[in-house]
């Protein structure tokens, strides 16, 4: 049986099998390719990709600790990733509305001996090196479902069709998707990975955890006048333009000829039913102290991605029959370093090693997972993001307490699923929120669109799922005045007016596959499912 499917599928379909299959080339996905294959070459293993190319919708800050990537490939520092700089120097700055103040660096965010890089390219950079030792890797393949045996084993995946209409009959070219069989999958989908909210939800995987929990990334990529850039400068800043009780901070990463990462991250559980978090983000780069180093600049590319920061109270299980959960599929990101990469990677080995161990079982390797350093590292910080649900200044103090200790606070602090967070309209008094005139590109959220340079047939089914759009007319104008209309970052919910009255209307073309209205949506009646393989954005080195 194939997971929500309740009717024989009558379409005849190619089949594929493998040892085991990987959903998600990123670098959980990746590093567990090679990791297998370097440990057992005999092992067969397929690693499919939503995207058209490889790392075209992988979007990361991205400092990396370079540790676990020295452990799977020790000659990676002679042949670099396309984009690599050494991290020299790092600065933290508190904003206020015209100027900042410079503080002493946190502990965990000292960045001497890490790496700047571009994520999508270090993993298109990772890939040909897992092809090299015989991992077969398809990008495009979109996944739109798990294939289960009698008994509710994962049995592979089904890759969605090809050439469906918006209507839901066949278009010329039709093509049904193939099911790839194999004796394990393993989801290494980013964060909401759509396959595995469906899992964890049918195994019960968060039983014994508390719900995950999300922040909103939007980042952009810059060239400015060289003169400008120091390579290996890293800045984070907090405070303006967020108030004290929307968790938010930024991140500049200056890079080599002139480029230059930035982006602003929000997190999810915000209280203010009119917060924006995109505007949030434009406000933060006409700040006084960032605004000259992009003007006259132009921008190369954007995009946005939810981040997982539940951390380690909010593990669910990794593993059920069948099946293995990594890297931020699980939610492995050290919030106080804003660091997730190591690991993914770290997880991805792991898994790997328990796999050739076991002979492909999955059973065991949740308690592996949870007794490895990759989880020693969350205990100790489990404790900070979710402080700062009391404010900015208890959230800044409790860190410091979580640090001094080293995590050793006999109480782990509860974390609340983002979407019950939002206050409704007439109960949350929003804050003055002091913007700036702003005329730094892009002028709108359309205009980023443009530079995710993000892709969709419009004549395929809509992926954004709304189980009852009466609510968005009724109720949630009257709660919460249609958030979605604000925290989606590219413009995809709009509340319309015509003969018949108002109604949503869903711009499903300009999704950038950030998942955050699947995480933040007050009523839980939104589904992300995946479109067409190889639609989506097309991020150039984000």
């Known amino acids: 049986m194939s997971q929500h499917d309740t009717t024989a599928d009558t379409v005849e379909r190619d089949v594929m099998e493998y040892d085991v299959v990987t959903v998600g080339a990123g670098p959980s996905g990746l590093a567990f390719a090679i990791r297998l294959k370097q440990l057992n070459p005999e092992i067969s293993v397929c690693v499919i990709e939503k995207a058209s190319t490889i790392g075209a919708q992988i979007i990361s800050g991205a400092v990396i600790e370079p540790g676990p990537l020295d452990a799977l490939l020790p000659g990676w520092r002679d042949n670099p990733p396309p984009i690599c700089v050494p991290a020299v120097k790092d600065e933290f700055w508190l904003l206020s509305k015209t100027g900042h103040t410079p503080l002493p660096i946190p502990p965990g965010m000292h960045n001497r001996g890490n790496f700047i890089v571009s994520l999508g390219a270090m993993c298109a950079w990772l890939a040909p090196q897992a092809e090299a030792l015989g991992v077969e890797i398809y990008p495009g393949f979109a996944a739109s479902e798990t294939l289960h045996d009698a008994d509710g084993t994962v049995v592979g995946v089904r890759i969605g069709d090809m050439g469906v209409a918006k209507d839901g009959s066949h278009k010329p070219g039709y093509t049904a998707g193939i099911d790839i069989r194999a004796k394990v999958t393993v989801l290494a989908e980013g964060a909401r990975g759509h396959l595995t909210k469906r899992l964890v939800k049918q195994f019960k995987l968060d039983a014994d955890s508390d719900p995950q929990c999300y922040s909103i990334g939007l980042k952009e990529l810059w060239q400015v006048p060289e003169d400008r850039v120091e390579p290996g400068k890293i800045v984070h800043s907090f405070g303006w333009p967020a108030d004290n ?183 949350h008094e929003s804050p003055r929120r002091d913007y700036v005139n702003r005329d730094l590109a892009p002028r709108d959220r359309l205009q980023s669109v443009y530079y995710a340079a993000t892709e969709h047939d419009e004549d395929q089914p809509v992926h954004l799922k709304v189980r009852d759009t009466s609510i968005c007319v009724t109720r949630c104008v009257e709660e919460y005045d249609n958030p979605c209309t604000r925290f989606c970052p590219a413009n995809v919910y709009e509340i319309v007016s015509d003969e018949a009255g108002k109604r949503l209307q869903i711009n499903a073309a300009n999704c950038v596959h950030c998942k955050t209205c699947d995480i933040k949506d007050p009523y839980e009646i939104i589904d992300w499912v995946t479109p067409e393989g190889g639609s989506g954005p097309n991020y150039q080195n984000l």
């Not at 933060?284 to 003007?295: A, I, T």
């Open 245 to 427: 009780q929307t968790y938010g901070g930024s991140f500049l990463y200056h890079l080599d000829k002139g480029r230059i990462a930035l982006g602003y991250v929000s997190g999810l559980d915000y209280p203010d039913p009119e917060y924006k978090p995109w505007e949030a983000f434009q406000q933060w780069k006409n700040h006084p102290s960032v605004k000259p180093l992009l003007e006259g600049g132009s921008i190369l590319s954007a995009g946005a991605r939810a981040i997982a920061c539940g951390g380690w109270q909010s593990l669910p299980k990794v593993e059920m029959p069948g099946a293995l959960l990594i890297g931020d599929t699980a939610g492995l990101l050290n919030v106080p370093k804003i660091k997730g990469t190591h690991q993914a990677i770290r997880s991805g080995m792991l898994a790997a090693e328990h796999l050739a161990a076991s002979q492909l079982a999955p059973q065991g390797f949740d308690a592996k997972l949870r007794a490895s350093e990759a989880m020693a590292e969350l205990k100790k910080v489990r404790n900070i993001k979710p402080g700062f649900k009391r404010g900015l200044w208890f959230g800044i103090l409790n860190s410091a307490w979580e640090t001094i200790t080293a995590g050793l606070s006999p109480w782990t602090l509860k974390v609340k699923p983002d979407w019950s967070s939002l206050d409704k309209v007439g109960e």
